[in-house]
């Protein structure tokens, strides 16, 4: 296909492009509002990071949202007890959740396939419940944390005068909730697509891939894995953490929530409904599952009779209440039957689909030429 | 394959880059020009129609209560554009509303789902804000959520009607400008309660408190253990429970033998239902400890959670915002349109979510505008009556609403499917009243 023939300078400009002009090709699809948008480039971030680890060396954890989480509370705290800037929230999130990660890594990646998948579960389910309920002073528990007048704020007050209101959180002066808030997302993003790119691409990543592959082998010829997947699991959390800084960033709050298992699972989703181990595919899967969640979850029937009133009235009392199981609180009911669909169907997710229609093109002009590979040799991205 | 397509970076091509680099450099400004066009947050401007917010549980151990809030919702809706017969609009004074909508303008709404989360409820109010572009917004079930909706919503700058919630923080430490309750609080509930609490059980007991474990059950705990040790009480123990739990054997098991023979259940929604008829099953209400009966408490009470747990309720002592049985004329005109709308008496949540919304549409026709700075102005201070409960004042001080509160008890021979809770005793306002700097907080500025 013709987009497997870019280099990836290209293939790079392309993506920052699509991402950067988000908030233009959204609007006929009803998603070009801010906070869908931030949405889209913090979970992008997330599937990115999370792919470096399922995607390159195959070991699935089932517990990424306790970095998210950890991300979170350290980006609030540091809103609290420091300033309202963005860029020490930012890099308190990530070497929190980088910290974590290494702890949780150093114990899990003792085993590998279910046993690791287990143990990463129980430890994100772990600090769940400790947010939840035992780290109530740090967290605030249920409630959530979230910023006060009293707060100390130690950098800001030496500069400014407190305000009336709660301050905003902002990029020196920018703030950042709105369109401001999605550029400075959509620009991590794209940084955090080149890093992952250029893992996918080092040495680094190609020993990892190794891992994937076989990992006995790697070790009979005498190579040490635990330290190359220890990296590369602190490195995902971190992005992990990234993401969960960039949530409080946009939204000063933490809430237990996002560290529960339903979070850790829907990052694996993302990554499986995108396409696992290639670049874009994650990224496209968390847009989706965030587009679901947002438009289709706010269809009513009241929605559904305009959209199907071109039918005549009684079909539409027939169409309306069967399409409505469906959308509005059932759309994880429409996810769910996506995900049987892509995973039967598409092992490889969109991206193989879209490689699959690209092929289906170019057999068009070039009837006698290569017969189709299959779907797991072809370079996904 | 010989039909490569190559990026070689010729001028054109490096111009057009430049173009299209341009391009996204000045999207930010190109919506930027829009908001400052507008004088505050979704000014409906010159549309003949506006649209309201309704954030309401519809997933989650609260969802009872928040479908019953949306039927409230939809039916204010219908009554505002003058549709139906009127409900608590004949009832209510002094009125401006005219049932044409809000300054003539049709009042339509959208919905979304907290999901009694906070995470995912100022998810939601943000997409009503930014998407569907509401000029206030209304609903909730738990403090929790109604604290973070309602500090979004100052940052937002739209109005924020909240529904039932019952922590002292919502209009206490955490109360905003932006911010309205018109319903009850854990405070109010304690000071109702005591007395009849003396009356019925005396003045030597020893409560063992079981508390949802966040900001409403946290506060209601305190209020609740304030009024009982007035009153002579000891109090054993406070166990915090996680939300939406579902089994509570394992905090149960150990009443039995903590020398309690109070429980007082700081629980809601479906967690009461299920704790409650769990600590039935126990034998904790056959129980004799310290030479008298076993009792239960539930401070707050509804009567769908009166619904959920059968059997269980009959006899137990809560307090409540409203209840349908009330003869005042305003409760009356409600109960009738709600019954022959949907076919059931509304709940207290669905009470107090109808009255927010009637009272924020009075408070923008007293304004003459949907500038949200005026609106809270004709809002706070407020007197009004017809609404149930008796007069009642929306505090400017805190943005609370005081009226009477009901003592009530579950009832032991029910009429009829709804007829559950009986009302002990209608606990007059002077005495729930308090001075509100005792729970601190700041209002904040008008202008955001």
Redesign the interface.
Known sequence: M?LA??NDT?RF?IFA?II??M??WMIPL?GA????LQ?FAIYGIFAIGFNILFGLTGYLSFGHAAFLGVGSYAAVWSFKLFTMNAIPAIIFGVLFAGLLAFIIGFLSLRRTGIYFSILTLAFAQMSYNLA??VL?PITN????L??S?QDPRIIDSMFVEA????P?TNLFGLKM????GF?FCAVMLILCYYISMRIFRSPFGLMLRGIKSNQNRMMYTGLNTRPYMLTAFVISGMYAGLAGSLLAVT?P?A?A??MQWTASGEVVLMTILGGVGTLAGPMLGAGLIKYFE?IF??F?NQTLTEIFSFLPDAAVEVVVPIVGLFVG?GWHLTLGLLFVVIVIFLPGGIVEGMSRLAGLF?RKD?EN?NGTASPQDQPGE | ?TK??K?DFSRRGLLK?GA?AG??AA??SI??KN?WAEEFRNNPGNASEIKLGFNVP??GPYSEEGKDELRAFKLAVKHLNGEGDGGMLNTFKPSALKGNGVLGKKVTY????TQT????A??SA??LI??EQVLMISGGSS??VA??VQ??C??EGVVFMAGLTHSNDTTGK?KR?YGFRHFFNAYMSGRALGPVLEKEYGKERRAYHLTA???WGWTQEESIKNTTEELGWDTVATV?T??GAGDFSQYITPVLNSGADVLILNHYGKDMINSLSQAVQFGLREKQANGKNFEIVVPLFSRLMAQGAGDAIKGILGTTNWNWSLQDEGSQAFVKSFGAEYGAPPSMAAHTCYVQTLLYANACEMAGTFYPPEVIKSLEGFEFDGMGNGPTLYRAEDHQCFKDVLVVRGNENPTSQFDLLKVVEQTPRAQVEYDWKIFGG?L??YK?
């Open positions: 013709t023939k870019l290209n400009l492009a950067l002009l908030p233009i009803g509002y801010p906070d869908l949405k939840y309920s109530t528990g249920e409630t959530g979230q910023l007048q305000g009336a209101g709660l905003s909730s709105g369109f401001e550029y939204d709050l809430g929530e996002r947002n979850s706010a009513n609180s170019r070039q030429m | 394959m490569d397509i990026f880059a299209g391009l996204v999207t930010p919506f930027m908001a519809q997933t959208a919905t979304g789902d989360k906070s995470d995912a100022r998810a943000k997409r930014e998407k403090s929790g604290v973070a500090s979004l100052q940052e955490d400008r474990d966040y900001t915090r996680p939300v700041e904040g500025p955001v």
